[in-house]
């Protein structure tokens, strides 16, 4: 089954409409950044907006927003547009963002990178139409060398396995320095997490991942160093900065 097909069925479409729209709906990591970053009139980007719920959670941090949201599951963004009329949502892989290059001031991900082997390709895409920042979330560990991937049989509705999807944890090294080799070199590059338990459908089990946000601030052709902020994630990075 395709991936729109995963998060198009009954019971995704169901449970994205019913959670992950308000801000108590958020994990405790996803609190941080996010009000931070939004501010009256800014553009915002949400790749993988499911049925819109993260409009409505901006929205409350900052109503004056201009966000637009892209999913690629029709089912999804068809409920997001019933939902909320007052945003714009498109049909659209995160692959290919349909944007000219600096577009959007904040550009969003959160939920997708877990199931997606290629985050580099979408985040290289994010980082594009962007013009100030970029917000994803991704699960680290140190030391795997580059990603380990699982099978997750998502239960939305705690009884049946409704979706089987990819199960991705990145090489907490590999993934900063590739953003640190995004062009042109981000300014800055702040993360903050914790270590929790892998839902246990993940199959083969996983033991403890570190549920990192990632804030990646766009630099400016020959700019200067990227500025490191990771002392608020309980891992050690060996990373060249230069
Ligand atoms: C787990 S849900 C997350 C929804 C929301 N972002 C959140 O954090 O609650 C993942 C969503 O991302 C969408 N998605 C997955 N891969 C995508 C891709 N390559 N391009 C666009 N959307 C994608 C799925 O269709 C699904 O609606």
Same mark, same amino acid.
């Given at each position: 089954m395709s991936t729109a097909q995963e998060w198009s069925n #009954?019971?995704?479409?169901?449970? &994205?409409?019913?959670?992950?729209?308000?801000?108590?709906?958020? &994990?405790a990591s996803e609190k941080i950044f996010l009000p931070r970053v939004l501010f009256p009139g800014a553009m915002v980007l949400d790749v993988g907006c499911a049925s819109g719920g993260f409009f409505n959670i901006m929205?409350?941090?900052?109503?004056?927003?201009?966000?637009t949201g892209v999913d690629l599951s029709e089912r999804a963004v068809a409920l997001a547009e019933e939902r909320y009329p007052?945003?714009?949502?498109?049909?659209?892989?995160? =692959?290919g963002l349909p944007f000219d290059d600096n577009t959007f001031d904040v550009v969003h991900c959160t939920s997708v990178f877990?199931?997606?082997?290629?985050?580099?390709?979408?985040?290289?895409e994010m980082y594009r139409v962007s013009n100030r920042f970029v917000l994803v979330d991704i699960r680290l560990l140190k030391g795997i060398g580059n990603q380990l991937e699982s099978? &997750?049989?998502? #239960? =939305?509705? +705690? #009884?049946?396995?409704e979706a089987t999807v990819p199960y991705v944890v990145n090489d907490a090294?590999?993934?900063?320095n590739f953003i640190l080799q995004l062009?042109?070199?981000?300014?800055?590059?702040? +993360?903050?997490g914790y270590f929790h338990q892998v839902a246990?459908?993940?199959?083969?089990?996983h033991n403890e991942v570190c549920m990192t946000m990632l804030l990646i601030q766009k630099g400016v052709l020959e700019g200067g160093p990227t500025t490191l902020d990771l002392e608020d994630l309980p891992i050690e990075f060996s990373i060249s900065n230069s």
């Open positions: #009954q019971s995704a479409i169901d449970f &994205y409409s019913q959670n992950r729209h308000e801000i108590s709906d958020l &994990y929205r409350s941090y900052e109503p004056h927003i201009e966000y007052e945003a714009k949502f498109m049909v659209t892989e995160g =692959f877990n199931n997606e082997p290629n985050y580099q390709e979408m985040l290289k099978v &997750y049989d998502i #239960q =939305f509705n +705690g #009884q049946n396995v090294d590999e993934v900063a062009e042109p070199k981000p300014k800055a590059l702040r +993360g903050t246990k459908e993940v199959e083969p089990p």
